[in-house]
């Protein structure tokens, strides 16, 4: 079951590629959030299994995760900018210190978006961004691209967003940002595609990237965060996990798609750090070891693309 229909900009063009080309990014977000998180996903960056990986700057095992990704140049990492912090036992603060409107009253980030979008202060949040991403570039990291972690950035709740502070950061920084042009597979993380005026605000945000000569996606797809039934006799099995992330490769359309996931190796810190979805996390990074993944992206003429090949397009390298 192949995915048909045109592309959603000229960027396969831009990228040397075909017109119906059926371009993929495997990322993998939360590089750099623990131990577990390094251990899962810098082996799968180095064996070709993900594409791309972000790292969470301010997270404690962000040095390890940079210090690993200085040294081999070949991995292409961007910088999963943070202004959250979910978990209730495992957190982590702003690089600019906790005399800032980004915290909560324990001098953590917040744990809930919406708590971000209401109460952050513009010039708080541009400065902490600009920090992290001088963090990771100050480490030896070649950063490829930027993103954001649990869309606090993007406007998702209360319909304030600080687009305006990221795309200025990656113009003049020259990278590309996780941004799609499409509604479409949003729900998963976190957005209503049928609230009213979301594809207006969408087309008002994708319209400010291009002008500010920030490259973006056509498409941003994962699957559902948390394993279905976690912790009930009923819980998603790994085989039902993996059938739907291969229908979703059969499904991608032509154009430039990015599919995130969060791989992370199972255990005991793992269990502890996070509240919920370490099954999932586990299962992720299974997955994209499964060789039926790669049979389906053969079969289905997917070409796999990394972030430096949409830095090079916007820097003119191409």
Request: aromatic share 6%; hydrophobic share 45%.
């Amino acid at each position: 079951m192949s995915a048909a229909g045109a592309p959603l900009s000229d960027l396969t063009a831009r990228l040397g590629l075909g017109p119906d080309a059926r371009a993929i990014i495997l990322n993998a977000d939360d590089l750099g959030m623990c131990r577990a998180a390094n251990r899962a996903i810098l082996p799968l960056l180095a064996a070709g299994h993900l594409d791309s990986a972000t790292v969470m700057v301010p997270c404690p095992w962000a040095p390890d995760a940079l210090a690993a990704a200085a040294a081999d140049p070949g991995l292409d990492v961007g910088v999963h900018l943070v202004l959250t912090s979910e978990w209730t036992r495992y957190r982590w603060r702003p690089l600019t210190g906790v005399d800032t409107s980004l915290v909560d009253a324990a001098g953590y980030f917040p744990a809930a978006v919406d708590v971000v979008e209401r109460q952050a202060q513009d010039d708080d949040v541009a400065a902490e961004l600009a920090a992290q991403l001088d963090a990771a570039l100050g480490a030896g990291v070649d950063v490829s691209h930027l993103d954001n972690h649990m869309g606090s950035v993007y406007g998702l709740v209360t319909g304030r967003s600080f687009l305006p502070q990221v795309l200025a950061l990656a113009a003049e920084r020259g990278l590309p940002f996780r941004l799609p042009r499409s509604l479409e597979g949003l729900a998963a993380v976190g957005a209503d595609p049928d609230a009213p005026g979301s594809q207006t605000i969408l087309d008002t945000a994708t319209a400010a990237a291009d002008a500010a000569g920030v490259v973006i996606l056509d498409r941003l797809w994962s699957h559902p965060f948390e394993l279905v039934g976690e912790g009930t006799p009923d819980a998603e099995s790994y085989e039902a996990v993996k059938a739907g992330f291969l229908d979703l490769l059969r499904r991608v359309g032509p154009g430039v798609t990015e599919i995130f996931l969060h791989p992370m190796l199972p255990g005991d810190e793992l269990t502890d750090a996070v509240d919920y979805a370490a099954p999932k996390r586990g299962y992720e990074e299974r997955l994209l070891r499964d060789p039926d993944v790669a049979a389906v992206i053969a079969a289905e003429g997917l070409v796999r693309l990394g972030w430096r090949d949409l830095r090079a397009v916007q820097r003119g390298e191409r």
